[in-house]
C-alpha cells in the first residue's frame, strides 16, 4: 500500500510532465453504459461497529463511529461519503485491519481483514499518494511488484500492464517528481492493482484533478468494476460520486444518516407542471399555495412546481382541469448528490444542536486512541 503523506510535494511540480494519453477505447465504452457486475454475495460487511477516542483536552471519550451498519456487494461501487470529521477515515482503517473496533464487526471477503489471506486481496489508495522521487513509474511498481514476491519475469509484465492500463505508457520511464498530482494519481491506481484485488478502498481519488484527468480516472473505476472488483470510494468530489457508484451512504457524526441507490436518491420531490390559460387570481393561487404548490407566469404559459407524490400531483392536474387550463407537460425534478448530502448534512446539524460536545470527533491533535 502506498504511503500517504499530505504534503505539497505530492502535488504538481514546476517543470512536471503532462500526459496526453487517454484510456482505452474498451474503457471508454465500459464507461458509457455503466453497467454492473455486482453480485449477491458480500465483499463488505459491517455491524453495529462502535470505534471511540478520547479527546485529549477534556479526557471524555468520544464516538467517532457509532453503531453503523452495511453490506457492499462484490462488484459493487459504493460511495462513502460525509463531512470531515464524519468517521469515514476510523471505518476505513477498521476495513484495512489498521484498527480495531471496540464494538461491533467488521468483515472483508467474509473474514476479518486482520487476516493475512485477506490483506492479499483488498488494497487502498490513500488521498495523496507519497513515492520516491527519483523513480520512475515502471521502477516504482516494480519496486512494490517485488514486495509482494512476484518474479522479475512476472514483475515487468506487470509494471507494463498497469502503466499502459492508467495512460501513461509513454511516460514511464521518467522520473515521479516530474509528473503532475493527476498522473502521480494514476501511478497511485496502478500500484493499487499490483496484487490484483478483489476489494479495493480509493480515499479521494479524484481530488484536485483537472477535467480530463476527472473523467479518464472515473472511466478507470468504472472498468475496474466491470472486472468483478468492489470498490469502495471515500470522496467529497459529489459530482463523480454520482456518476459511478451503485450505492452510497451519508455519514454524520459517527451515524449513517442515508443511504441508498444513487438512481433511487436523485428522483426529485418536486414536479413541473407546465399549462396555458390558466389566470393567477388570487383563488386559484390560493389553492395552489394549500397543495404546497408555487406558480411562475410567463405570458399565457404558467409554469406550477409541486409535489411529486401521486396525490398531490393528481390534485394539481384537477385543479388544472377545472379551471379548463391547457396541461402541455408534466416533468418530475432530479435532484443532485450534491443535494442530498447538504440536506442530510443540514438535519443532522439540526438534529445535533447546540448540546453536541465536539464538532469535529477525529480531529488528530485532540484524539487518542482508546
Given at each position: 500500500m502506498a504511503r500517504d503523506k499530505s504534503s505539497p510535494s505530492t502535488g504538481a511540480q514546476t517543470g512536471e510532465v503532462e500526459s496526453t494519453e487517454?484510456?482505452?477505447?474498451?474503457?471508454?465504452?465500459?464507461?458509457?453504459n455503466g453497467a454492473s457486475a455486482a453480485s449477491g454475495e458480500a465483499a463488505i460487511e459491517i455491524k453495529n461497529l462502535v470505534k471511540r477516542y478520547r479527546n485529549m483536552i477534556t479526557r471524555e471519550w468520544v464516538n467517532a463511529v457509532n453503531d453503523i451498519s452495511l453490506e457492499v456487494k462484490q462488484g459493487e461501487i459504493f460511495g462513502f461519503l460525509g463531512p470531515n470529521g464524519a468517521g469515514k477515515t476510523t471505518t476505513i482503517k477498521a476495513l484495512l485491519g489498521l484498527i480495531?473496533?471496540?464494538?461491533?464487526?467488521?468483515?472483508?471477503?467474509?473474514?476479518?481483514p486482520g487476516n493475512n489471506e485477506i490483506k492479499a486481496r483488498i488494497s487502498y489508495l490513500p488521498e495523496s499518494p507519497y513515492f520516491y522521487e527519483h523513480m520512475s513509474a515502471k521502477e516504482i511498481i516494480n519496486f512494490y511488484a517485488s514486495l509482494f514476491g512476484l518474479d522479475p519475469r512476472e514483475r515487468s509484465k506487470r509494471a507494463d500492464y498497469l502503466i499502459?492500463?492508467?495512460?501513461?505508457?509513454?511516460?514511464?520511464?521518467?522520473?515521479?517528481r516530474a509528473f503532475s498530482k493527476g498522473m502521480l494519481q494514476?501511478?497511485?491506481?496502478?500500484?493499487?492493482?499490483?496484487?490484483?484485488?478483489?476489494v479495493l478502498f480509493f480515499d479521494e481519488p479524484t481530488s484536485g484533478l483537472d477535467p480530463i484527468a476527472h473523467r479518464d480516472?472515473?472511466?478507470?473505476?468504472?472498468?475496474?468494476?466491470?472486472?468483478?472488483?468492489?470498490?469502495?470510494?471515500?470522496?467529497?468530489?459529489?459530482?463523480?460520486?454520482?456518476l459511478v457508484c451503485d450505492r452510497v451512504s451519508i455519514l454524520y457524526r459517527g451515524k449513517i444518516r442515508k443511504m441508498g441507490r444513487v438512481d433511487e436518491l436523485v428522483i426529485g420531490g418536486n414536479v413541473e407542471i407546465l399549462?396555458?390559460?390558466?389566470?393567477?387570481?388570487p383563488t386559484v393561487t390560493a389553492e395552489l399555495t394549500a397543495l404546497g404548490a408555487k406558480l411562475e407566469q410567463s405570458g399565457r404559459d404558467t409554469l406550477i412546481i409541486g409535489k411529486a407524490d401521486i396525490e398531490s400531483k393528481n390534485a394539481l392536474i384537477d385543479l388544472i382541469r377545472r379551471y379548463k387550463?391547457?396541461?402541455i407537460a408534466v416533468t418530475p425534478t432530479r435532484r443532485t448528490l450534491e443535494d442530498i448530502f447538504i440536506e442530510t448534512v443540514r438535519e443532522g446539524e439540526v438534529e445535533a444542536g447546540e448540546a453536541t460536545k465536539f464538532a469535529e470527533a477525529s480531529t488528530a491533535e485532540a484524539l487518542e486512541v482508546k
Open positions: 487517454g484510456f482505452s477505447g474498451a474503457i471508454s465504452s465500459v464507461a458509457a480495531f473496533p471496540d464494538s461491533g464487526v467488521v468483515k472483508v471477503l467474509g473474514q476479518a499502459d492500463l492508467v495512460g501513461l505508457a509513454s511516460a514511464g520511464n521518467k522520473p515521479l494514476r501511478v497511485g491506481i496502478a500500484q493499487s492493482l499490483i496484487n490484483d484485488p478483489k480516472i472515473r472511466d478507470l473505476i468504472l472498468h475496474l468494476r466491470t472486472e468483478g472488483r468492489t470498490l469502495f470510494l471515500s470522496s467529497h468530489q459529489l459530482s463523480d460520486v454520482e399549462v396555458m390559460g390558466l389566470d393567477p387570481t387550463a391547457q396541461l
